[in-house]
């Protein structure tokens, strides 16, 4: 990996220490050019005509994400965010009163407010499976849930937004295929970061984002559906014209394939951006990625360890790229304020995102500090040192 060149790739290396990727990834030059390449061809000769002379790119986008997490282009649906593609997903499994939604006491707060309204809603059941002493899902605690009570739907967070928890995704989805239920996975902070292979993992949607460690556009989505899912008829809850045809006057015919979930408006030259961030990622080779963040991680972990007041709070068998800390006597938003103030990226996480994690943990906020593998040593060294003297002077 060739650090200095894909740095120049990244203009923002130039202008910052970029370590708020878990938030939003600086977008390297092949991705910006894709997105104002666009909007300028929309601007001369109009939007949906645009839209018609780019259908060969806006194929390749499927294409691109699809070959990214292992998928078909017939199984992947663009949206607006990681949150609208789970409210996708969620919407299409006909959830009736009494049925269980199994999921596990890390997911995203996005999608534990979900559950909460079905349950207030339709009368669903709450489940959550417990965690292992080191962190974690128990993943044979969760096997005998679904096998005691066929919940509806499995949801997991492969990474939690708010630490470095990489979750077992896998051996839970070979205990929901065998047992035949459905099975949502939020990959949001793992596309990009880690490889993600939906074959494997077996699961029937995987919901994601473009401007994490994907490194593409802020308001661009995917949804990944299964040939299953598909193939049992599911849709979501609020279909439009892009995901079906109105036939008769009561009745329409949804697609055949995964852009049953799509809505018809799009920001084109987001999606073809988003396509692009996926090419860049491939072409820099997941296995790579993955173990750079790693590498930059180990470091600032360690760092972080060696500071007084600091409290790692990242648990579990296998840890990513997302680091998290508590600093006693310490605002963490105060200290994102001063640190942006010197040109360091990084982000604050509050109680509300992780309120099971967080109250286990007897914190009420975190600091969260994210490299990607554009970042180096250096930069690393560089924030551990200004975030010394910050706690040192008491600001």
């Known amino acids: 990996m060739d650090i200095q060149c894909l740095r120049a790739d990244t203009p923002g290396c130039q202008e910052r220490v970029h370590l708020n990727n878990a938030g939003s990834a600086l977008m390297p030059l092949p991705v910006v050019r894709a997105i104002q390449d666009h909007i300028a061809l929309e601007s001369r000769i109009g939007g949906y005509e645009a839209e018609q002379a780019r259908q060969d790119a806006v194929h390749a986008a499927y294409l691109a994400v699809a070959d990214l997490i292992g998928a078909k282009p017939a199984n992947i649906a663009f949206t607006e965010n990681a949150t609208a593609s789970y409210i996708q997903a969620l919407s299409s499994t006909r959830l009736e009163r009494g049925d269980v939604i199994l999921t596990t006491r890390n997911d995203y707060a996005s999608n534990q407010i979900q559950f909460l309204s079905l349950q207030a809603r339709v ?37 939690p937004t708010n630490s470095g928890l990489v979750q077992d995704v896998q051996s839970i989805g070979s205990v929901c295929h065998d047992a035949g ?31 994490k460690f994907l490194r593409g556009p802020r308001g661009s989505g995917f949804l990944y559906v299964s040939d299953r899912a598909l193939a049992m008829g599911l849709e979501p809850l609020y279909i439009d014209m892009r995901g079906a045809d109105w036939i008769a006057p009561d009745c329409y015919r949804v697609r055949a394939d995964a852009r049953r979930f799509e809505n018809w408006e799009f920001a084109w030259a987001l999606v073809l951006a988003t396509g692009e961030a996926a090419r860049y990622a491939s072409a820099v080779g997941i296995e790579l990625i993955q173990r750079r963040i790693a590498l930059l991680a180990a470091r600032l972990r360690a760092g972080l360890s060696d500071i007084a007041p600091v409290r790692l709070l990242d648990r579990g068998e296998a840890l990513c790229g997302i680091v998290s800390a508590a600093i006693a006597g310490h605002d963490p938003a105060e200290l994102v304020t001063a640190l942006r103030s010197r040109g360091i990226n990084t982000s604050a996480q509050r109680r509300e995102y992780a309120v099971i994690d967080y109250d286990d943990k007897q914190v009420t906020a975190a600091l969260r500090i994210s490299p990607h593998y554009y970042n180096t040593e250096e930069e690393i060294d560089l924030a551990l040192s200004t975030l010394r003297d910050l706690l040192r002077s008491g600001r």
């Open 123 to 159: 009368g669903v059941q709450i489940v959550r499976a417990p965690d292992r002493s080191d962190g974690g899902v128990d993943v044979q605690a969760m096997a005998a849930l679904i096998h005691r009570l066929r919940p509806r739907l499995v949801c997991v967070t492969h990474v």
């Open 181 to 211: 239920v459905l099975y949502l996975v939020d990959a949001c902070q793992s596309v990009g970061q880690l490889p993600v292979d939906v074959a494997a993992w077996r699961c029937d949607f995987l919901s994601a984002t473009a401007r």
